[in-house]
Structures are given as structure tokens and as C-alpha cells.
């Protein structure tokens, strides 16, 4: 049975960019085997995240990850059953936020500053399909 998750977390510490890379690698070399698929979003010290798999091999991963200390004020957005993956193919996608419009999260949000504590689930979830369907998704 296919899940999909997403999450949000905040960083303990500042994330460099060489930081995020390791993290993206990391991710898109263990992912693989664990049959899970997703994209990340990293802004302001903000992580969104969207893990796609079985539901035992999604759910072992964000408990490692809401247990990792580099994380904090993990917070849980959606979890749902799916037919079918969004992120088929993508060991893990990269939010590319020199092409996120603004407009787009202001769409459906207060301000145009993107702040997955003050969305829905369901909001963040949609913003995330937009991000794919405009292309502020760097495959990988």
C-alpha cells in the first residue's frame, strides 16, 4: 500500500547550501532502496518535505527524522493513502526557489512568505502539485 506524507520541521542550526547538498545526496542515495520518492522544500531555515512509499518504509523514515536533533517543531501536515505516486522517479526533488513565484504561495496563504505552519495540510499539499505543474521542481 502506497502513502503519502508531508511534514514540517524547522532546523536546529542554519543550513549552508554545501549543508542541503549532503542532506539531498544523502537522501537521493538511501531512498532508492527503501522504494520511497519525495520532494524537498528548504526556505528560511523551514524544511517541507513530502515522502511517497510503502506505508511501513514512509513511516520508519519521518519517525527518523522527527527524532534526528538536527530537527525541531516537527509537525506532521498530511498523511494519506494513495494510488498512485506523485514523485515517481525522484529518489528526492528539490524545490527551486529562485523559480517559485510568489504569487503562487500567496495563493494560499496570508502573505506571500512561505510558512507551512500557518497553512492547512491540504493548502500546503496543493501549493506542492502547483510547484510540480510550474516546474519549481529540480528532478533528481
Given at each position: ?22 542532506l ?18 528548504h ?25 534526528d ?5 516537527v ?12 514523485f ?6 528539490q ?10 504561495v ?5 502573505t506571500?512568505?512561505l ?26
Amino acid at each position: 500500500m502506497l502513502v503519502r506524507l508531508m511534514y514540517a520541521s524547522r532546523a536546529v542550526n542554519p543550513q549552508s547550501p554545501e549543508a542541503l547538498q549532503a542532506l539531498l545526496h544523502q537522501s537521493r542515495s538511501a531512498n532508492p532502496a527503501q522504494g520511497i520518492t519525495g520532494a524537498l522544500c528548504h526556505a528560511n531555515g523551514v524544511f517541507v518535505q513530502v515522502l511517497e512509499g510503502g506505508r511501513m518504509a514512509v513511516n520508519r523514515l519521518y519517525q527518523r527524522i522527527a527524532a534526528d536533533p538536527r530537527h525541531t517543531d516537527v509537525v506532521l501536515l498530511s498523511y494519506t493513502e494513495v494510488a498512485e505516486r506523485r514523485f515517481a522517479g525522484w529518489s528526492m526533488g528539490q524545490v527551486n526557489l529562485a523559480r517559485l513565484n510568489p504569487a503562487l504561495v500567496l495563493k494560499y496563504s496570508e502573505t506571500a512568505t512561505l510558512d507551512p505552519y500557518a497553512l492547512p495540510g491540504e493548502a500546503m499539499a496543493a501549493l506542492f502539485d502547483e510547484m510540480l505543474a510550474t516546474a519549481a521542481i529540480i528532478q533528481s
